[in-house]
């Protein structure tokens, strides 16, 4: 699978949004320690989480939609 960047943060490499060449989202961030992976609900094997900042989020939704606007 390909990955081409969306947005990160300019402070460090991670966290990071990546688009795969299927249009999916790939999120690389920090893990969550055991305690707090323990409360997700409806984990299945090989799936995970990560914490990402709020702002990142808007970051990427905001390149996500100029890049989808850019394609028209």
Known sequence: ???????????S?????????????VVQGLRLDDATEGELTNV?????????SPDLLLGATA??????NHQT
């Open 63 to 68: 390149a996500y939609q100029q890049r989808s």
């Open 44 to 52: 299945l094997p090989g799936e995970t989480a990560v914490k990402i």
């Open 13 to 25: 490499s991670c966290p990071t949004i990546y688009i795969a060449e299927d249009g999916d989202i």
């Open 1 to 11: 699978m390909k990955l081409r960047l969306l947005y990160g943060e300019s402070s």
